[in-house]
């Protein structure tokens, strides 16, 4: 764990309701999406991470396109994706992408690969399911070389090999930041320190306690590399308002129909109460206040020896306004206060 606690957000593009209670056009959403970039980087939180999906209930499907409006807008914040589905993506034409955006962002670009949670960009991009686990592995294996090497020679299955070959632009200052995402995976923990690439932690249900062992064998096995350990993220969701209460109530109608609605494709049974009840209480929820937040997300930092903490601020339709809120509260009170607690 580095001395000062790196603290993001991460939105997917939720599609919200608007002022008129109807729903947002996904084109609204991206503009509203660009205001909370700037928000944060206002509030002075230090990352931003967009999700990549292609479905109808979230918006971004181009997270580097979004970034780059962000970057266009603000001067500190840093600015990736939360993940790219690389084992759908061309990993020469991602690297050109944020290699762009790190241009024009003058060097805050960062990426999150992985798998991702849905499985909607195979069929859309023409891939098998049945490739899922070779896709990823030789991709991201590809993408490694071309942030490592300047000229890369490149032999796999997925795709023509390359051979001496410069991809342009070229990254100025130093490698592209990249972070491997993981859901729960001992071998993926190993695989990010078999790259040397920073650990993000999917945490969105149950005890981050049970995180634990991840974190451990990532830093066993950089230990046992000899190389200089890598930070360690956690992503998860979360939500704030004045008091613990109004947070609940402003927050779970809108989580749960999210909840709800991907619960129903995957074989869940709905929400419940105490379901919310419990997740926010030691689970993986960070709502309330300020001060219950914060105190929350110091817990899992000194549980799991993090980095970096980034919170989920979108919740299915949750309003434009409230997640506003939230982005203030989370960087005028939350940030502060995680910070002298960990002092």
Request: one cysteine or more; hydrophobic letters at 40%; charged letters at 25%.
């Amino acid at each position: 764990m580095t001395s000062r606690i790196e603290m993001g957000l991460d939105t997917f593009g939720d599609v919200t309701w608007a002022a008129d209670g109807e729903l947002a056009s996904q084109a609204q959403v991206i503009r509203d999406v660009v205001e909370q970039g700037v928000l944060a980087d206002q509030a002075g939180i230090d990352f931003i991470g967009l999700g990549e999906h292609h479905r109808a209930d979230f918006a971004i499907s181009s997270p580097e396109m979004v970034l780059a409006a962000i970057a266009s807008r603000t001067k500190n914040i840093r600015l990736g994706s939360a993940v790219t589905v690389l084992s759908s993506d061309e990993p020469v034409r991602v690297f050109q992408r944020y290699s762009t955006l790190n241009a024009v962002s003058n060097g805050r670009a960062e990426i999150i690969l992985g798998r991702g949670s849905f499985i909607e960009s195979f069929p859309l991009f023409g891939y098998d399911l049945k490739d899922y686990e070779k896709l990823f592995e030789e991709k991201l294996d590809l993408f490694v070389a071309l942030v490592c090497d300047e000229a890369v020679t490149w032999r796999g299955t997925v795709r023509a090999p390359l051979s001496k070959q410069r991809v342009f632009p070229s990254i100025e200052g130093g490698p592209l930041k990249t972070w491997v995402g993981v859901g729960g995976s001992p071998e993926s923990v190993v695989r990010a320190v078999h790259y040397d690439l920073p650990l993000m932690l999917a945490i969105i249900g149950g005890d981050p306690a049970r995180f634990k062992p991840f974190a451990d064998l990532y830093r066993r096995a950089f230990k046992e590399t000899g190389k200089s350990q890598q930070p360690i993220g956690v992503h998860s969701h979360g939500y704030i308002a004045a008091t613990d209460e109004l947070a609940r109530e402003e927050y779970w109608p809108d989580y749960k129909g999210m909840r709800d609605r991907i619960g129903a494709e995957r074989g869940w049974g709905p929400f419940t109460p105490a379901e919310f009840e419990r997740e926010i209480a030691q689970g993986s929820l960070y709502v309330g206040s300020p001060e219950t937040v914060a105190a929350k997300i110091v817990r899992t930092v000194n549980t799991l020896g993090l980095d970096r903490f980034e919170m989920k601020y979108s919740a299915g339709r949750l309003p434009h306004v409230k997640m506003m809120r939230c982005i203030e509260l989370y960087g005028t009170k939350v940030v502060p206060l995680v910070r002298e607690m960990l002092t």
